[in-house]
Nanobody, 127 residues
Framework: QVQLVESGGGLVQAGGSLRLSCAAS????????MGWFRQAPGKEHEFVAA????????YYADSVKGRFTISRDNAKNRMYLQMNSLKSEDTAVYYC????????????????????WGQGTQVTVSS
């Protein structure tokens, strides 16, 4: 059973920063690609960022490139999303997800390629 718990969301002013954390209860955390997605009210589920199992490759949506940084600490079974220069359009529920295929060379940016999801954490950016 894989459980993912996001934390770190909250209310921040435009231009501010937040750091999201995803704690994973999976024995072989270090073997899985991880991703962050988000969903704003009335909008589609959206890819934000992904990181390969060993942290060697990262991918970002164009809308967050240069502002967000994804990272992971395999020793702590955690993944992070550092969000800087936040904009009102970043307001959404943010979800972390695990690609259940171990040691994959493909880093997916599509939600249905991920097998396990957290409950989400709300990020609200006020303008």
């Amino acid at each position: 059973q894989v459980q993912l718990v996001e934390s770190g969301g909250g209310l921040v002013q435009a231009g501010g920063s937040l750091r999201l954390s995803c704690a994973a209860s999976v024995r072989t955390f270090s073997s899985y690609t991880m991703g962050w997605f988000r969903q704003a009210p009335g909008k589609e589920h959206e890819f934000v960022a992904a990181i390969s199992w060993n942290g060697g490759r990262t991918y970002y949506a164009d809308s967050v490139k240069g502002r967000f940084t994804i990272s992971r600490d395999n020793a702590k079974n955690r993944m992070y999303l550092q969000m800087n220069s936040l904009k009102s359009e970043d307001t959404a529920v943010y979800y972390c997800a695990v690609d259940g295929s171990p040691y994959t060379n493909v880093v997916h940016t599509v939600g249905n390629e991920y097998d396990y999801w957290g409950q989400g954490t709300q990020v609200t950016v006020s303008s």
